[in-house]
DNA sequence: ATAAAAGCTCAACCAATGTTCAGGTCAACA
DNA sequence: TGTTGACCTGAACATTGGTTGAGCTTTTAT
């Protein structure tokens, strides 16, 4: 076997070999690197080496993105997470139950729209004054200053 | 070859007031002109003066930014209008129709990684094998290169 | 030993939806 | 007539989530 495992470190994870298990591509893994999201500690020769934990905090990005997540929140909430060990199911279960959340007033946001939006096939109005379309406020308000939320998982053009 | 506004003008009018009556920046409608969604027509001093119509594009350009439909698309959808006149509840209501079935598709997909979601909370797995959320593609397939779409209308810092 | 594959950094670029600024002009009111 | 507020253009900047490329180094395979 192993004549020299100090501490098991069970073969550290090149950029290269992190990309292909998790899917996404290096440049992103640097990317979530800068933004704080993953670590990894250097080669003799400057390059990164991940643990295997990696993997799964990537998986959680990957869910938080489809969620419409935006990375900075995905970023502290990783965060929050005891650093060295990997995430667990009950951290997981953290994690997932604010962002279902998040996901749900979502889908009820967009519902009521949708409403409004039948309403408003109907009367054809757009009128100024009636239209609750025109007049969100009631429902719907403009929740101040937020990131962006993306619904797709579009954009990949390769 | 028009000698005098013979047919009702009804006084044109200007960016400010348009900006003003329909809730949008100076700087939006340069930007929407630009992007082909309004047009305008210049005073001897250059300056432009809108018809009254364009309040009700506008309109609709409002809320199809809150369904998430992208510029570009409200862009050909406007496009497809007669132009010079006004749309009308007829034209609306066909506008609407299709992008009510968008925003139906997108609750729908919603939903569905909602309920995703909910079985991988209560299983905290995220197992690279089992995990639906983590495989997309049964469900909810990664449909192509397509524009993404924003939910929310935040992003207002002012 | 050497060549190919993979990795490194930094900068620039993409898309979408605008905002802000600088420098100059126009229009309306007193 | 003068002043002030509204308007003009063009360029640069902001945000989110990355990708692409140049130029150079490390690692791996033959």
């Given at each position: 076997m192993d004549p020299v495992p100090s501490i098991d470190i069970g073969k550290a994870l090149t950029v290269g070999e992190v990309a292909r298990r998790s899917g996404v591509a290096v440049s992103a893994l640097h990317f979530y690197e800068r933004k704080g999201l993953i670590k990894s500690h250097r080669s003799a020769g400057n390059q990164r080496r991940y643990h295997r934990d990696v993997l799964r905090r990537v998986a959680v990005i990957k869910v938080a993105q489809r969620i419409g997540i935006p990375l900075a929140e995905v970023a502290g909430a990783l965060a929050s997470l005891?650093?060295?060990r990997s995430p667990t199911a009950r951290d997981w279960s953290r994690l997932s139950a604010r962002w279902r959340q998040d996901l749900d007033e979502r889908i009820h946001h967009l519902s009521q729209l949708r409403d409004q939006l039948d309403d408003c096939i109907g009367c054809g109005c757009l009128s100024l004054t009636a239209c609750r379309l025109r007049n969100p406020?009631?429902?719907?308000?403009?929740?101040?200053t937020g990131a962006r939320r993306w619904e797709g998982d579009k954009g990949k053009f390769r």
């Open positions: 005891p650093s060295g406020g009631d429902a719907l308000a403009e929740t101040g």
